[in-house]
């Protein structure tokens, strides 16, 4: 019994996890945009989830640059200048997607 009551539990916080947007299916990325997403994912997720900058609500392109600048100066981002360029492109693409009417934004997760 008890090892239901675990896995129920396990299923219901990966549910919850998924509904929280905590990372993307790269496969459903345009193929130009997939290093930057995994760029960004190895770099964003050393502080935080992935969530974090996938839902706030930043859209403009000059919001997204300040905010790469500040995440750079924290201690062990690991985001180096040459970083910078591939997570701004798949932010303010991946921002525009989720402006756009139908969400343009596959495989959310």
């Known amino acids: ?8 539990v396990t299923i219901l916080l990966g549910c919850a996890a998924y509904q929280r947007g905590e990372g993307l299916d790269p496969a ?10 995994e760029l960004f994912a190895q770099r ?3 502080c935080h989830s992935l969530s974090r900058p996938l839902n706030t609500r930043i859209s403009s392109d000059d919001h997204w640059r300040v ?3 500040r ?17 701004l492109r798949f932010l303010n ?3 525009a997607a989720r402006r756009s009417p ?5 495989g959310t997760r």
């Open 1 to 8: 019994m008890r090892r239901v009551v675990v896995l129920g």
């Open 28 to 37: 459903t990325l345009p193929s130009a945009l997939r290093p930057d997403y």
């Open 44 to 46: 964003c997720s050393r």
């Open 67 to 69: 905010y790469v600048a």
């Open 71 to 87: 995440m750079r100066r924290m201690p062990g981002s690991g985001i180096s200048p040459d970083d910078v360029p591939g997570l």
């Open 93 to 95: 693409w991946y921002s």
């Open 102 to 106: 139908d969400g343009g934004v596959g």
